[in-house]
């Protein structure tokens, strides 16, 4: 990746400022006051109607982006910012620097995460273009923090997509299933460029898959997650595609409290091992609740197994038995 370079701030006037809002918001929507931003290292203080500018261009800030994980829908992300680019009048999001760490443990294996915008800079560098991955650039403010100004992709994510597919599980499975897993088989795809060029996504989850109104396309997002293990570098975003895979060919998370709501007789069939081994409510041996369920899948999603003692080194390996578990389903 080319080397992020502090980029001088342009000058603009308060009154060229309001033009250009009026001009893209309408002339209703000029606030009365605001601040102008150029150095962001306080992302607390980039509110809204702030207009920050960032190299040559000035963005009106909107709302923060709010974090969808696990549900927590109203958890607001206060150094994710949605903007309008002043220039032309699109949304962006703009990420903000904002350093966080933690430890996440898989199967007794411990990684370090932490976030670092100066990864994602390098990745949006590196897939630029790439029709499975968000958009966007990177450059310093003028407290030389990174600062990443991404495309705004309108659209719901994939795993809220499949959840209104199909009558029940059975239509969903035989009718709308087979052209998702050939779509999640290009998100692996997507992953294995990442990996092939030494790097990855580091925080593979079901809400960092976007798929985009009009065409349909769905992309990775949010590539600001790092983690080290030395035993297997790739080993987290692999976990990340199990339990995506798993999500997929459930229609959903079938957990063990759901099916004791529903009075299943399946839950006195199932033991610790058919359970995610990080989310040891998640039933991951699917064929025990869905028969029809291939063979072929239901062995990948065991190796994300409590049972399991062999894991996928890398996305060469999920891909090739992806690829024998796609002939054993129905072409849609």
């Not at 980029?7 to 918001?25: G, N, P």
């Not at 299933?177 to 580091?202: N, W």
């Not at 007789?265 to 998640?282: A, G």
Request: a negative charge; proline letters at 3%; glycine letters at 6%.
């Amino acid at each position: 990746m080319q080397e992020i370079t502090q980029t001088d701030q342009k000058q603009f006037s308060r009154e060229e400022l309001r033009e250009r809002i009026a001009h893209w918001m309408g002339p209703e929507r000029v606030p009365k006051k605001f601040s102008i931003i150029t150095d962001t290292t306080d992302f607390y203080r980039v509110d809204y109607d702030d207009v920050v500018i960032l190299g040559e261009i000035p963005y009106l800030i909107r709302n923060n982006e709010r974090e969808g994980r696990f549900g927590i829908d109203d958890q607001q992300k206060y150094w994710v910012k949605r903007a309008r680019d002043l220039s032309d009048g699109s949304v962006k999001i703009i990420k903000l620097v904002f350093h966080e760490r933690f430890q996440s443990k898989v199967g007794g294996i411990t990684f370090d995460c932490f976030r670092s915008p100066q990864k994602e800079a390098r990745i949006l560098d590196l897939t630029k273009g790439h029709p499975r991955f968000m958009q966007g650039f990177a450059l310093k403010d003028s407290s030389n923090n990174v600062i990443r100004i991404i495309d705004y992709i309108r659209g719901k994510t994939l795993a809220d997509a499949v959840l209104k597919y199909g009558q029940d599980h059975e239509d969903y499975f035989y009718n709308y299933f087979p052209s998702i897993f050939d779509e999640y088989m290009e998100l692996v795809e997507a992953i294995r460029f990442l990996h092939e060029h030494d790097d990855k996504h580091g925080d593979i989850r079901r809400d960092h898959i976007i798929r985009e109104e009009g065409t349909g396309n769905s992309r990775w997002i949010d590539f600001d997650f790092d983690y080290l293990h030395k035993e297997n570098v790739f080993g987290y975003d692999l976990f990340g595609l199990g339990n995506i895979l798993t999500y997929l060919t459930g229609r959903g998370d079938v957990t063990s409290q759901l099916l004791q709501q529903a009075s299943s007789p399946l839950i006195s069939h199932l033991t610790e091992h058919d359970m995610n081994i990080i989310f040891n409510n998640r039933v991951v041996n699917l064929k025990k609740v869905y028969p029809y369920v291939p063979a072929e899948l239901n062995n990948i999603l065991l190796h994300f197994s409590m049972a399991a003692n062999v894991f996928y080194d890398n996305t060469g390996q999920l891909l090739n038995d992806l690829n024998e578990a796609r002939v054993k389903l129905n072409k849609p």
